[in-house]
């Protein structure tokens, strides 16, 4: 089942300078129970494109579908079903942990137990806590459970990450992951962390002036773009007969092309020839190449 379906959503401002087209042509589709990932410079269309899934904004032309409801027809259904942490969503520093939460339970109009809710997501010891008093990814993770206190089934994050060390975001991703095991909901996601939506995310898009270039699991946008896993060897002796199979890139290490049979054809020559594997590791092209290299093909 797909949670979300749209076909030609456009989106354009207009003001004093002319027409500026935000959202381009966008014909996407988002597996339900997911977590995708939406990428794109500044000025891509991620956020105009958060926008119009919310219902907060009405799409220029083209049609859409959240959760089987119509975009243009359902609005008041939808939101209640989506849940959306914007990049600058103000918290009140004054008000506590406990009573940040009551207050969006109260805006959303749902009756919750908030000390049961605090405690299942491990933030029972800060719930007498001042907002204003939490670190940055406390306070974010304060901000992504106030988004879906009404237990949404699609909820969107808008650069979760931006301002996080390393400990803090390793954090919010195992949160992200705590949220999906307790609620059945899907999770769209936009970061300029590509780092993070590589292993957080099931499938990515990557978003240019507006359109989507392409949409699709990791695998497949890398196969697209000549992207290829490796799997590293660390072996005691160089095997004879690989040529063309294997490469070497360094001493006592053999990579090959990270496809079933070759890898078959590599170990059985491993046997044949009683060289011992000292080591076997995955290497895989960054999602930051890969995005650089559809950027540069786009503007080519």
Not at 154 to 169: K, N, V
Request: hydrophobic residues 40%; aromatic residues 8%.
């Amino acid at each position: 089942m797909n949670a979300i379906i749209t076909d030609g959503l456009t989106k354009t401002f207009v003001s004093k300078i002319g027409p500026t087209c935000a959202v381009k042509d966008l014909s996407l589709m988002i597996k339900a129970n997911s977590i995708y990932g939406l990428i794109g410079h500044n000025g891509a269309g991620k956020t105009t494109t958060f926008m119009l899934l919310n219902t907060l904004l009405a799409p220029s032309k083209g049609s859409g579908w959240i959760l089987g409801l119509d975009l243009l027809k359902d609005q008041k259904r939808i939101r209640r079903l989506t849940g959306l942490l914007t990049e600058n969503l103000r918290l009140y520093d004054e008000l506590t942990v406990e009573e940040t939460l009551r207050f969006f339970a109260d805006l959303y109009g749902v009756s919750r137990n908030i000390g049961e809710l605090l405690q299942r997501f491990e933030l029972d010891e800060w719930r007498r806590q001042q907002v204003g008093r939490l670190s940055t990814g406390m306070r974010k993770k304060v901000a992504i459970l106030s988004a879906c206190i009404h237990n949404p089934r699609l909820l969107f994050l808008d650069e979760p990450f931006s301002g996080l060390d390393p400990l803090a975001m390793q954090s919010l991703r195992d949160f992200i992951h705590y949220l999906l095991q307790y609620n059945e909901m899907t999770v769209i996601i936009a970061s300029h962390n590509l780092r993070e939506l590589a292993d957080l995310c099931q499938e990515v898009g990557i978003m240019k002036e507006g359109r989507m270039v392409i949409s699709g699991t990791l695998e497949k946008i890398k196969e697209k773009y000549g992207f290829y896993d490796y799997i590293e060897l660390r072996v005691d002796a160089q095997p004879q007969g690989l040529e063309g199979l294997i490469t070497t890139p360094a001493p006592g290490v053999i990579s090959v092309l990270n496809r079933p049979e070759n890898l078959q054809r590599v170990l059985a020559a491993l046997t044949e020839q009683q060289i011992a594997v000292l080591d076997m590791q995955k290497q895989g092209a960054a999602l930051e190449d890969v995005y650089q290299r559809v950027y540069q093909e786009v503007a080519q």
